[in-house]
């Protein structure tokens, strides 16, 4: 596999689109082990228009969300492989549960966030992961994520 994997790979292996795609690369991968990606927040997300007017500050349940695509794509590369030519991994990733989530700074236009996920719990089917978000060198958010892969 070869690295960053990039939107035309990502959406291959996720189902999101557009403008629910929170995930613009993969920049490091151990499959079944550990995941870095990237999100760049712009000015134009379609979340700033109403969270805050005169104030944008990306949602933190949008973060959480980002970080479980990123791992997301650790899970099914895990499971599935790399999908050959113009293939989807069609099968779809649920959340179970989220846990000791907590929010370090406010994340706005402009932030490039890389989140980090450590595989805690691997399977064929549940998956819990430790994951962190990170400004730079700024911890933005933390949680604990367990999907279900169907």
Sequence with gaps: MKLPL??????????????FLLVDRIIEIELG??????????????????HFPGNPIMPGVLIVE?????????????????PKDNEEIKLPVFFMSIDKVK????????DQLS???QALRTGTRVWKMAG????GKDL???????????
């Design 6 to 19: 990039t939107y035309e790979n990502i959406i291959r292996i996720l189902p999101h689109r557009y403008p």
């Design 33 to 50: 082990k550990r995941v870095v990606g990237l999100k760049n927040v712009t000015a134009n997300e379609p979340f700033f228009q109403g």
């Design 66 to 82: 980002a970080m479980a695509q990123v791992g997301g794509v650790l899970a099914r590369l895990s499971l599935y492989g790399e």
């Design 103 to 110: 929010f370090r700074r406010p994340v706005v236009p402009g």
């Design 115 to 117: 989140f980090e996920l």
């Design 132 to 135: 962190k978000a990170f400004v």
């Design 140 to 150: 933005v958010a933390e949680a604990e994520l367990v999907a279900t892969v169907s």
